[in-house]
């Protein structure tokens, strides 16, 4: 499924995107007070910003709900990323909390447990995310496709939602993408390297061409999908999230905003899923960004941010979004 597999197809932060500094290693990356702190959710590991959004019930931390002048979001990562992909972006979002889960089988997450499906995930994560104090959730690609479940089973759970670069299962699908996802099983079966096999997937220009076109993003990501174990392309791996079909039509039960943000030069198939969740919710609305590809929000993480932080503080307040050098539509 384009930027979430198929069938089969996480880590360490991207460190800095689209030029914008994020300090020196072990210092605060988010921009706000405190330290990041972790957690865990069930064996699904989970970072926090340190002020407000804590990790919850589960970690050694201790809870704290003062999410600032803003409610607490939560960040669900793409494939072969992890939650530390989110720090960076944090410090445009100053003033509140910040929680990142990573999800099955990436970063220091536990894989799916026999009988977990997308229904049990889904409902983990919107339990611990209230528990958390969270308010909004915001998704990459992958990402989207739970976030997605979370919104389809608790409609009127959270103030907002944001999807970038959106899938859903059994949505429309990019060929040149598929047989990459192929390639990666087959090249993992034959016991090829987490080196190998992390070069093949970045050879991936639908996927990462508007950010290999930004050197320090690209390097920074590659370092973290570098990392990445590709456990979850023996056997079903993560399959059960990606099956059966997502009824994006009951997405007519989300009253909250749900913002789509994808970049001018989106993949087809992914431009296709957003217009159709948009256009689902009552609330939807698509923005795109330009100048960037699959991977906008990582790509351009302040012009994106701003987009996405006035959305937020559109659902909470009422008032209509800050305009943003950016296409609008519906």
Do not use: K
Request: hydrophobic share 40%.
């Amino acid at each position: 499924m384009n930027g979430a597999p198929p069938g089969p197809p996480g880590g360490d932060p991207p460190g800095q995107a689209g030029g914008d500094p994020t300090g020196p290693p072990g210092g605060d990356p988010t921009g706000q007070a405190g330290p990041a702190v972790t957690g865990d959710w069930d064996g699904l590991a989970v970072i926090g910003s340190g002020r407000g959004g804590g990790a919850g019930r589960g970690d050694d931390t201790g809870r704290d709900d003062d999410t600032g002048r803003g409610g607490g979001v939560l960040w669900l990562h793409g494939y072969t990323m992890g939650a530390a992909i989110w720090p960076p972006l944090w410090r445009h979002l100053p003033g509140r909390g910040h929680v990142a889960v990573d999800l099955p089988w990436h970063g220091r997450s536990r894989p799916l447990r026999g009988g977990e499906d997308r229904a049990a995930l889904a409902d983990l994560l919107a339990g611990r995310a209230l528990e958390a104090g969270v308010r909004h959730v915001v998704a990459l690609s992958f990402g989207t496709v739970v976030a997605l479940e979370m919104a389809l089973r608790h409609p009127r759970a959270f103030a907002s939602w944001t999807l970038a670069a959106p899938s859903y299962a059994g949505g429309p699908q990019e060929r040149a993408v598929e047989r990459h996802y192929l390639d990666l099983a087959l090249l993992h079966r034959s016991a090829g390297s987490r080196a190998r096999t992390a070069a093949l997937w970045m050879s991936c220009r639908p996927i990462f061409g508007g950010i290999a076109a930004r050197p320090a993003a690209h390097s920074a990501l590659a370092d973290v999908i570098g990392r990445h174990a590709w456990d979850e392309l023996a056997g079903a791996g993560i399959r059960p999230l990606l099956e059966p079909r997502q009824p994006v039509a009951r997405l007519s039960a989300v009253a909250a905003p749900l913002l789509v943000l994808v970049g001018d030069g989106e993949l087809p198939a992914h431009r296709a899923c957003a217009e159709t969740i948009a256009a689902a919710a009552p609330g939807g609305a698509l923005r795109v960004l330009p100048g960037t590809g699959h991977l906008a929000l990582l790509e351009e993480p302040r012009a994106a941010l701003r987009i996405v932080g006035a959305h937020l503080a559109g659902a909470e307040h009422g008032g209509p979004p800050d305009p943003a050098p950016a296409e609008v539509s519906r």
